[in-house]
């Protein structure tokens, strides 16, 4: 009898489920030797001009985001990023699949090591696979909310819709002595 053959599907939904489940050794048993495996986008210009830039700052702030070239290099990064966070649940998925690319969509539950905050953050994987493998993993997650989930201390200021939007919220009760004109053109919101 024949070892049976797994789908794109089954062998993406295989993968989330190992990392879900911390397994070490995910990354031989899932990726190619020559995986390109991006997340948020890529730290360096892409000469074609495929790859999204990641800024500077993105950067700093989650220096496990990027491109990352073959599986010590995935290894690395997932070492990296587990130092910092913890995947403490998925929500539901879909898998779409056709030939031999496939995405993934969904959400899981980051909790930040550093500052024991969770968040629930949406996330699309773009995958390639050949012979079984992935070959391309573009992942792309709501990077806001992963940055506030480590944010230790101030806030951001936002230019939008006309007004000045406060993150976290400043409390209305703190002697804010702006004017009430103002007020109306600065929103403040806590997430």
Known sequence: MSPSVQSNSEVIAAYLDAVMGKDASAVDRFFAPDVEYMVNGTTLPDPAGVLPPLSEDCHTALPWLGLHGG????????????????????????????GNKAAAFGWFRLHALSTRRTADIAYSIRFELRDGLIVKYHFL?????????FRTSGEWVLEVDGGRRRIPRRSHRTGDSRGAAQNRTEESYSL
């Open 71 to 98: 599986r010590k290099a995935v290894s690395d990064f997932l070492a990296h990023m587990h130092r910092n966070l913890e995947v403490t649940a998925f929500g539901p998925r879909e898998v779409i699949s056709e």
């Open 141 to 149: 997650e709501n990077t806001f909310d992963v940055a506030r989930a």
